[in-house]
């Protein structure tokens, strides 16, 4: 298969995650860009065709980490976390229809001080609060 591109509009992509946001068994797209502080969502129609850049959000953040997903509240829907500087962490619910409520803090006391490290291992402690959230 070719390479699709699903977007120019993410500014220095930092991270990239594939999950079906809209439970119709297809996975879409979320990024988190550094270059222009957002987040932003493609959905898939089910022929690989995503849909244009869906701003979750962008004002709010400094620095956008590892974007991930669990369904925290059991409704069906995968909603959304953000770790983000400084040592912030917060949910995003999916409402089920291609939107986000506003974020939820959940703490700024995140434990690992991932700022001030190489990027590399800026991703990997970013992305173990991901999985210990999925669990």
């Given amino acids: 298969?070719?390479?699709?591109?699903i977007t120019t509009n993410a500014i220095g992509a930092w991270s990239v995650y594939a999950t079906d946001l809209n439970n119709?068994?297809?996975a879409d797209v979320l990024s988190a860009s550094v270059g222009d502080n957002k987040i932003a969502a493609y959905t898939n129609d089910g022929?690989?065709?995503?849909?244009?850049?869906q701003i979750v959000i962008q004002?709010?953040?400094t620095f956008p980490g590892v974007v991930c997903t669990a369904d925290v509240d059991n409704d069906g829907f995968m909603d959304m976390f953000l770790p983000f500087y400084p040592n912030k962490l917060v949910w995003f619910k999916n409402n089920g229809d291609d939107t986000f409520n506003e974020p939820s803090l959940i703490t700024n006391k995140l434990a690992v001080l991932v700022w001030f490290i190489p990027p590399i291992w800026t991703m990997i402690a970013m992305q173990?609060?991901?999985?210990?959230i999925q669990y």
């Fill in 1 to 5: 298969m070719p390479q699709q591109i």
């Fill in 59 to 61: 004002a709010l953040l």
């Fill in 47 to 53: 022929a690989a065709n995503f849909s244009d850049e």
């Fill in 128 to 132: 173990m609060w991901c999985i210990l």
């Fill in 24 to 26: 119709d068994g297809d």
